[in-house]
């Protein structure tokens, strides 16, 4: 059965400081991976995707996801944390029983401070 | 949110009454799809449409239904059949890309409480 897991469900970090937000996934085949973010009471925004190619994927608002298939892993990463990053961040992955809809995990709420 | 519009934002219904929520997309996406958000749950898929005319059930598509006649449109009715309905329910729609990937795009989500 395809999965994600998000094993934290809240990741502290003071501004300024690298934050790391943990994404694993189970899926047969090559897996099609993204990260989405959610600030309150809105939509999700697209924040970069993992299809095929370089490890090291690039994404908006200076987030970065390193792909590790040998750990089945797709971590989102950022160098330098902002108060502004406060916000609710899901991992997915495609299904591939349902078209292009896609997997999510629970989420991980992530809470930067000042 | 891009050029996806759900309306109403915020819902109330009584318990036994059908409600029909709005979502409408003008960026020409030809797939869109309906997900359930439940407080640490994640996103559950509700239902999915590849193209006009044409609808799939998802994961937890019991007690909904939905409709595509335009391709700017898939409205989802939440019956009085599904037992749990007050969540977020978010609308996406997406594009298939050149290098044979695609994107999601997220509507604003409409807050359904059912009472």
């Known amino acids: 059965a395809q999965s994600v897991a998000q094993p934290e469900d809240q990741v502290n970090v003071a501004e300024g400081n690298p934050l790391t937000v943990k994404c694993t996934y189970s899926v047969s085949g090559n897996p099609y991976l993204f990260w989405y973010v959610q600030y309150p009471n809105r939509g999700l925004q697209f924040l970069l995707k993992?299809?095929?190619?370089?490890?090291l994927v690039k994404g908006s608002y200076g987030f970065e996801a390193e792909f590790n298939k040998s750990q089945t892993s797709f971590h989102l990463k950022k160098p330098s944390a902002l108060v502004s990053d406060s916000a609710l961040y899901f991992c997915?992955?495609?299904?591939?029983?349902?078209?292009?809809?896609?997997?999510f995990g629970k989420g991980t709420t992530l809470s930067v401070s000042s | 949110d891009g050029g996806i519009t759900q309306s109403p934002k915020y819902l109330f219904r009584k318990e036994g009454q059908n409600v029909t929520l709005s979502c409408e997309q003008n960026l020409n996406h030809d797939a869109m799809y309906w997900y359930r958000q439940d407080p640490g749950q994640g996103l559950r898929l509700i239902y999915y449409s590849q193209i006009v005319n044409d609808f799939q059930k998802g994961d937890i598509a019991e007690g909904y239904s939905v409709s595509r006649e335009k391709k700017e449109s898939f409205p989802l009715t939440v019956t009085s059949a599904q037992k749990n309905p007050t969540a977020f329910y978010l609308c996406?729609?997406?594009?298939?890309?050149?290098?044979?990937?695609?994107?999601?795009?997220f509507g604003p989500g409409t807050r359904l409480t059912v009472t």
């Open positions: 993992y299809i095929t190619g370089d490890n």
């Open positions: 997915a992955v495609r299904d591939r029983r349902a078209g292009t809809a896609l997997i």
């Open positions: 996406a729609s997406s594009i298939s890309l050149a290098d044979g990937s695609y994107e999601q795009y």
